[in-house]
């Protein structure tokens, strides 16, 4: 069954050939949080697509934008779940991302059909967790998509280590530890929301919660779905048990880069911390910063000075692309 994808391609070539114009093809490749609803983030990458498409300096660069949803989170791409077929853990989706991964291609121009020059991963959240092992483990074992020339990544809001230990990780890991009720605790919500109506649901979650419309209806068609909110619960308490100490090496943050591409020493990795992010333990996230001092030429984080708010992609879409589209022309701009 397909995965719900959103895409937004890059502009017709100015020229007969990209070659004319020593361009390079870029994917950028987004990949959600939890709950992994790509639409949640529409107007986030079309924001990001304006964004790049009015850079001067990345005008001799292709950027195909991509993102899909997580498995599992809308019912049209599985089978109903049952206790035999579980929802998908974290392990699945870092498959079924490197699955898409693997397939996509250059989808026009004169180079339809070969592979991307670069890929450039950006991750929200858990995204940023599952970014992050699609790099290690293509660096430990390349052969399994030779292809695919990760190179960058992005990383918003990351959940990277010991989410358990965040202000609500540690309430989903006490609902996931209590007996009979963290295996159940989707019956108790679903039953609950079965008895509100769609529309009562869409206006309790656009006028009292303040969702703007298109978070509020992506919301509602979650809430009501038939295993989505299972989906997310089962896939949030396995974050709790799997994310735990920083398991990447040093070698993950020191790959050496194409040099002649970019003219510079190029930062593999961005990272954007919230100031007070409720799914990230402060802590954990300031002893992450110092350790990554030393690739600071490879490795840049920035901790939001302002409050925007983990879910940033519900209010604050085009204050984030503003942050990811500067990234990227550091990055990829021409002077």
């Not at 093809?25 to 983030?41: A, K, M, R, T």
Request: a negative charge.
């Amino acid at each position: 069954m397909a995965t719900h994808f959103i895409a937004y391609p890059p502009g017709p070539l100015e020229t007969n050939t990209a070659e004319d114009l020593g361009s390079r093809e870029i994917l950028v490749f987004f990949i959600s949080g939890n709950p992994g609803l790509i639409d949640y983030y529409e107007p986030f990458l079309s924001a990001l697509r304006g964004i790049i498409d009015r850079t001067v300096s990345l005008q001799n660069t292709r950027f195909q934008i991509y993102g899909q949803d997580l498995a599992g989170f809308r019912d049209e791409d599985h089978e109903p779940f049952t206790a035999q077929r579980k929802p998908r853990d974290l392990e699945y989706q870092i498959q079924h991302t490197l699955t898409t991964l693997s397939r996509l291609c250059i989808e026009s121009g004169p180079r339809m059909g070969k592979p991307y020059d670069e890929v450039l991963l950006i991750g929200h959240s858990v995204g940023a967790y599952i970014t992050l092992e699609l790099f290690h483990r293509l660096l430990r074992n390349p052969d399994s998509a030779p292809h695919l020339k990760l190179t960058s990544g992005i990383l918003l809001f990351p959940t990277i280590h010991h989410i358990s230990s965040s202000p609500s990780g540690r309430k989903l890991d006490l609902l996931r530890r209590t007996p009979v009720l963290g295996d159940n605790a989707y019956r108790v919500v679903q039953t609950f929301l079965h008895l509100i109506p769609q529309s009562t649901l869409h206006w309790i979650v656009h006028s009292v919660m303040g969702f703007p419309a298109h978070a509020a209806e992506v919301t509602t068609r979650w809430l009501k779905s038939r295993d989505g909110v299972w989906q997310a619960l089962h896939m949030g308490m396995d974050e709790m048990q799997v994310i735990g100490e920083d398991r990447w090496d040093d070698e993950l943050w020191e790959i050496e880069h194409d040099a002649e591409a970019h003219h510079q020493v190029m930062p593999k990795f961005y990272f954007f911390f919230g100031k007070h992010d409720h799914w990230v333990a402060n802590h954990y996230r300031d002893e992450f910063i110092q350790m990554r001092d030393k690739q600071a030429d490879r490795t840049r984080i920035i901790v939001d000075e302002g409050d925007i708010p983990h879910a940033f992609c519900i209010n604050h879409s085009e204050a984030i692309a503003e942050k990811v589209g500067l990234w990227i022309t550091q990055m990829y701009g021409r002077a």
